[in-house]
């Protein structure tokens, strides 16, 4: 997620770059946002199942292991199917928990953050939290569910016990007595580091944000290493099929160095290739964010979609023989760091120029398609940063 925000100290150079970004904003005949549910914690990820419900992660709040995922009926009723999942405060003093979900039949796989398996120790370093909240940050987990539980259920908590039972390869089963019952599996439990000297102790820490299947193949996106995991989904064996170089910072100059993180986000396959939009770093430079195509069979990395500010998450959308593509952004192109709005652009060629389909969202996050109706649904934080508990909603965007 985004790092903390810094004080800017205007700049005639700046000022100018923001007038011209100002002018080259879309402003085509746009959709508006229809609240679907609110009150969610920090919601970064949305899948639909095949019972036409919205399955909802929550990262969580300021209080450890308050991660939960959220079933969300058409009609905007919300139910927790599982709560008490990992989650705690961040090096950048934001929570982090269940990020990216998928669902895939009758289960469900989760990326699960960082949590606080580091600690920061100054700008650009960080060091190892030798008792971090939970064994299982910087994962992978499925969870097993019955069509008439998600129907049903009144929800489940798995508890600290259960994390270590599934980090120590247990499969716990879960009963909330009234005969229900939820089966939940660690796929995968990346390393919550790696070394980074220096100086000595400083960690780069493993930040895993979504994720998606392909046949027998999970495609993890982790923020913190600047990569994508593939995780064998038999055999729980995962390596690193790519690492994003650091982009340009187009405000060097202004402000920060020459170069970025190139920080991935959302994740997605189409015609054989991963789409992986690369968020970026402080300063979120302009122009700077994209939309990569990575083929998974090679790790080769081509820009389909340039020019973007904190692009945060990308659909593809098949009409014919022709693919349009959707393309999340958290913040508007003008202005340092977040300002609102938050837009939904749609590229009917990647070399654009988009059309900005909506400009009503806050913070948004992720997004699914119901193909049957031609609805949109959407994550949103909310203001901030930081969050504002409670404030996190899902919205529905109608598409032509």
Not at 72 to 85: F, I, Q, S, Y
Request: proline letters at 10%; glycine letters at 12%; one cysteine or more.
């Amino acid at each position: 997620m985004p790092r903390h925000m810094l004080r800017l100290f205007p700049s005639l150079a700046f000022l100018l770059l923001l007038l011209v970004s100002v002018l080259s904003l879309d402003v085509d005949a746009q959709a508006q946002c229809t609240p679907v549910v609110s009150g969610l914690e920090s919601p970064l990820g949305i899948a639909q199942s095949n019972q036409g419900n919205l399955i909802v992660s929550e990262t969580g709040t300021a209080a450890t292991h308050s991660g939960r995922i959220s079933i969300v009926e058409p009609g905007g009723n919300r139910r927790t199917l599982l709560a008490g999942l990992p989650s705690a405060i961040n090096d950048v003093l934001e929570p982090a928990g269940p990020a990216g979900v998928f669902m895939r039949g009758r289960t469900l796989y989760v990326a699960i953050g960082i949590g606080d398996s580091i600690v920061a120790g100054g700008p650009g370093i960080a060091f190892e939290n030798p008792h971090p909240s939970s064994p299982i940050f910087s994962s992978v987990l499925a969870l097993h569910f019955s069509a008439n539980v998600e129907k049903n259920t009144t929800g489940f908590t798995l508890s600290f016990a259960h994390q270590v039972a599934l980090a120590n390869g247990q499969k716990v089963t879960l009963s909330n007595g009234g005969g229900d019952k939820l089966t939940v599996e660690l796929i995968a439990n990346f390393p919550n580091f790696t070394p980074n000297t220096p100086p000595v102790g400083n960690v780069r820490g493993s930040n895993p944000f979504d994720l998606v299947v392909v046949g027998n193949q999970i495609y993890v996106t982790d923020g913190g290493q600047n990569s994508v995991w593939q995780v064998d989904l038999n055999s729980g064996v995962f390596s690193t099929l790519v690492t994003f170089p650091p982009v340009t910072n187009t405000l060097f100059g202004i402000i920060g160095g020459p170069t970025s993180e190139a920080v991935p986000t959302g994740i997605r396959y189409n015609d054989g290739q991963l789409l992986v939009t690369l968020f970026t770093g402080f300063p979120f430079p302009p122009g700077a964010s994209r939309v990569e195509q990575v083929d998974p069979s090679t790790g080769a990395i081509t820009t389909l979609i340039g020019g973007r500010k904190t692009a945060i998450d990308v659909l593809p959308i098949r009409e014919g023989s022709d693919t349009d593509h959707l393309v999340l952004q958290l913040a508007s192109p003008f202005g340092p760091f977040f300002p609102q709005p938050g837009l939904l652009l749609r590229f009917e060629t990647p070399a654009g120029p988009p059309t900005t389909v909506a400009s009503c969202l806050t913070r948004p996050t992720s997004m699914t398609l119901d193909e049957k109706t031609g609805t949109l649904y959407i994550t949103e934080l909310g203001p901030g940063p930081p969050a504002i508990p409670g404030a996190g909603r899902v919205v529905s965007v109608p598409l032509p």
